[in-house]
């Protein structure tokens, strides 16, 4: 589209702020739910200590944690301060989003145009405000292949390129799919480079060598990665099509696994509007000239090679590594490849107005219905709010209260809620083997550590608090029906309701 730069230019500033609001927006509408919780956990041990503890979790390296103590030591724990945290690191990854999309020589219209669909992109910004490494990854990944087309174009910033590559692996193992990718890439279409990237390969491995002695000693600790991801299943078909959803997906994100997979009545005629544009361009490839044909090449590796790897290790390896979460290094790429797309449709100017006006009519429509979205309600928000209930409790303060819970969550969750009260005494015990309740074996309480403690049957107190989570209050069903069974009389319970479940907490006593 011909427009004076200068109206690009206001464009583009409008695009960057829009970017920022949906990041910030509903930024602390739900509390931090578990993984979120063993970020923080983390973070907050000793420099002595924090590397063995992330080690012992087997699935994601250091960086991150060590990033967000600093993070927490600048600022504090409030959940603002937390959850700008990723959100921080999706807005820095703006600029090597631009400076990538500059290097393989894009004009600013088409920048913009790019920027706008990585700007909206649901899935990007429900993993720019989960305090996880996701947003970290994505920045660091840009970062490496901005640097790594700069590289092939002017032979410069080699060290700066290799440092970032090691600060890549160190956030996320997926990091390695995109070191592949640059080395494929050189492999294929400038040779003479080749020796630089195997020796920024050699020297990234090198420096990864510490990590993979510390996960050696965690697996000598009977740590099992299987524990951690054996839940995840193989992709497939289905697989393939969320994915695509959630490349193409506007505003909207799937939170929790009673939410809606997409919106398809948005979702769907955009990616049908994208494939259709895509075989025009295929049509008229030889219109195509040789830079634009590069940025096509090297994109295209950037997007299909991570995808194709974590496919095909997913079925090779014993456990499935395959997630969008995973995978969110190719959103940049594809976003600025789709924004390639529609920059010169060889057939109609008129083509390139309409497919554009109906994609952003698209987009706004997403956005209204997120308007009126409500806010989140999320079960594993119970346990933190049930835990403010327990200052009402009759206990002596210098008495132990016991809360006892059947599921590692709950027993997560309630720890962390109550971590940082000085006024009682709490400890949380998990009660294991309890017959007829189903515990997700997803969650489990971190390796190392030991502030919950875990038994086999009810202690025989005479007072306590008691936690868990079903469908109704049902005392003919465990644990109610144990608890009545032993001679305990139960109090009436504060619920939580959210997501077709109950959360309850009540008093016990003989």
């Not at 913009?112 to 909206?120: H, M």
């Not at 709010?385 to 009759?394: D, F, I, W």
Request: aromatic content about 16%.
């Amino acid at each position: 589209m011909k427009l004076p730069e200068k109206t690009w230019l206001v464009i583009f500033a409008v695009v960057c702020f829009v970017y920022i609001l949906l990041r910030l927006w509903n930024l602390t509408a739900s509390c931090l739910w578990f993984d979120e919780i063993f970020s923080v956990h983390a973070a907050t041990h000793s420099w002595n200590s924090i590397v063995w503890f992330v080690a012992q979790d087997l699935i994601h390296p250091p960086l991150f944690y060590i990033l967000l103590k600093i993070w927490i030591s600048v600022g504090g724990e409030s959940l603002f301060w937390l959850r700008f945290f990723p959100v921080f690191f999706s807005i820095i990854a703006i600029i090597p989003f631009v400076l990538l999309a500059r290097e393989l020589k894009l004009n600013l219209s088409t920048i913009t145009l790019a920027l706008t669909f990585f700007a909206v992109n649901g899935s990007l910004i429900k993993y720019s405000q989960e305090l996880r490494m996701y947003s970290l990854l994505l920045c660091l990944g840009l970062l490496s292949m901005w640097l790594f087309v700069r590289f092939l174009n002017t032979g410069k910033g080699f060290l700066l390129f290799v440092i970032v590559n090691i600060l890549l692996v160190y956030s996320h193992y997926f990091g390695w799919f995109l070191i592949l990718t640059e080395i494929l890439a050189v492999i294929t279409l400038k040779r003479e480079k080749i020796k630089h990237v195997f020796l920024m390969f050699g020297i990234t491995t090198l420096c990864f060598a510490p990590w993979i002695y510390a996960l050696w000693q965690a697996t000598n600790t009977k740590s099992s990665v299987g524990q951690n991801i054996g839940w995840m299943t193989k992709p497939n078909l289905l697989s393939i099509l969320q994915f695509v959803f959630d490349l193409f997906e506007p505003v909207y994100f799937e939170q929790s696994n009673t939410d809606s997979t997409a919106i398809f009545l948005i979702t769907v005629p955009i990616i049908f509007i994208v494939a259709g544009i895509a075989v025009l361009r295929l049509i008229n490839w030889k219109e195509t000239d040789e830079q634009e044909k590069r940025a096509f090449y090297l994109l295209t590796y950037f997007v299909s090679t991570p995808i194709l790897l974590a496919f095909v290790l997913s079925w090779i390896l014993p456990y499935s590594i395959w997630g969008t979460r995973h995978l969110i290094i190719v959103f940049a790429p594809m976003t600025i490849l789709a924004a390639l797309l529609f920059s010169k449709i060889s057939i109609k100017p008129l083509l390139q107005i309409v497919s554009l006006s109906l994609v952003f009519l698209l987009f706004g429509a997403a956005f209204l219905l997120q308007l009126t979205r409500e806010d989140p309600k999320y079960i594993w928000c119970a346990w933190e709010n049930l835990a403010q209930n327990l200052g009402e409790s009759t206990f002596d303060k210098n008495e132990s209260i016991k809360i006892y819970t059947f599921e590692d969550l709950v027993a997560y969750h309630f720890w962390f809620a109550l971590r940082r009260d000085s006024k009682s005494n709490f400890q949380i015990i998990k009660v294991n083997g309890i017959e007829d309740l189903i515990e997700d074996k997803a969650y489990f309480l971190p390796r190392g550590f030991d502030e919950v403690k875990a038994i086999d049957r009810f202690e025989g107190d005479e007072r306590f608090f008691v936690a868990f989570r079903d469908q109704e209050w049902n005392e003919t069903k465990p644990p109610l029906k144990n608890l009545i069974a032993k001679g305990y009389k139960i109090s009436a319970p504060k619920v939580f309701e959210a997501q077709g479940l109950k959360a309850f907490l009540f008093e016990v006593q003989k």
